[in-house]
Every structure is written in structure tokens, then in C-alpha cells.
């Protein structure tokens, strides 16, 4: 490596990432107790509101706790437009968007048979099998 690179070399059991990936907002509900159900609520709650509104859930003594995370979430994304925490409570509420691949190296296969007289024939099944085709146990 060059000379003027090794200061930045990572030392011996030195993580190049040391606090790791952030958790999601749902992770973290989940070890605070709250069940999958709580968070979907929560999620659907604040998911439907604009700014103001979660800034109102988050000054109201009376919001529940979990109201107030999500909000806080909510909000703390799009101040600094990072869309992840708006995506993920989005995801919870109207569920991920269905992803789609084309595949676009379809290949046809031709049998031909030497004589165009023979028909195919499966073969008999196995004793564990049985008579459908299907294994026994």
C-alpha cells in the first residue's frame, strides 16, 4: 500500500464501521415491548398525517409514547430528507411495493424424437412412491 494511505489503514480489531447500521424505528418499538400489532397502529396513526400534525402528537402530553416515537421519526426524516424512516413507516402501513424482473433470456427448447413414431413414456413409478407418484412415508 502507499506510504501516504497508512495513517488511514484500519489497526488490528478496528471496525470500519463502530456503530454499526442504525436500527429501524420497528426494532427498536420491539425490545422498548411493544408487540408487532402496537407498531402497526402506530405506523398507520402517524403514517397518513402531514408535518404539522406529528408535531402536534409530539407536544401532546396525552400522546401515547409510541405515537410520539414514530412521530418524532417521521418528522426527523423529512427535515433532513432522508426518506428511509417515511419509506419504512409507508411500507407498514400500505405494505412494500411488489418488485418485478423481466427475464429476458427466455430460451426455447426442441425435443425431436429419432423416430417420429415413438411416443414418450414415464417411467414406472418407485415402490416408495406408491400409485400417484408421490413418496410415502
Same mark, same amino acid.
Given at each position: 500500500?502507499?506510504?501516504h494511505l497508512?495513517?488511514?489503514?484500519?489497526k488490528?480489531?478496528?471496525?470500519?464501521?463502530?456503530?454499526?447500521?442504525? @436500527? =429501524?424505528?420497528h426494532?427498536?418499538?420491539?425490545?422498548? %415491548?411493544?408487540?408487532?400489532? &402496537?407498531i !402497526?397502529?402506530?405506523?398507520?396513526?402517524i403514517?397518513?398525517?402531514?408535518?404539522d400534525?406529528?408535531?402536534?402528537?409530539?407536544?401532546?402530553?396525552?400522546?401515547p409514547l409510541? @405515537? =410520539?416515537?414514530?412521530?418524532?421519526?417521521?418528522?426527523? %426524516?423529512?427535515?433532513?430528507? &432522508?426518506? !428511509?424512516?417515511i419509506?419504512?413507516?409507508l411500507?407498514h402501513?400500505?405494505?412494500k411495493p411488489?418488485?418485478?424482473t423481466?427475464?429476458?433470456?427466455?430460451h426455447?427448447i426442441?425435443?425431436e424424437?429419432?423416430?417420429?413414431?415413438?411416443?414418450?413414456?414415464p417411467?414406472?413409478?418407485?415402490?416408495?412412491?406408491?400409485d400417484?407418484?408421490?413418496?410415502?412415508?
Amino acid at each position: 500500500m502507499a506510504e501516504h494511505l497508512e495513517p488511514y489503514e484500519f489497526k488490528p480489531g478496528q471496525s470500519g464501521n463502530p456503530n454499526g447500521r442504525p @436500527l =429501524k424505528i420497528h426494532t427498536i418499538l420491539k425490545a422498548s %415491548g411493544y408487540t408487532l400489532d &402496537d407498531i !402497526r397502529e402506530a405506523f398507520k396513526d402517524i403514517g397518513w398525517h402531514d408535518a404539522d400534525k406529528a408535531q402536534e402528537i409530539i407536544d401532546n402530553e396525552k400522546s401515547p409514547l409510541i @405515537l =410520539k416515537v414514530v412521530a418524532r421519526a417521521f418528522l426527523k %426524516g423529512a427535515e433532513k430528507g &432522508d426518506f !428511509r424512516y417515511i419509506s419504512e413507516i409507508l411500507q407498514h402501513v400500505i405494505g412494500k411495493p411488489k418488485e418485478q424482473t423481466e427475464n429476458k433470456h427466455l430460451h426455447k427448447i426442441i425435443v425431436e424424437y429419432a423416430n417420429p413414431n415413438d411416443t414418450f413414456i414415464p417411467p414406472a413409478p418407485s415402490p416408495e412412491q406408491g400409485d400417484a407418484g408421490e413418496e410415502t412415508v
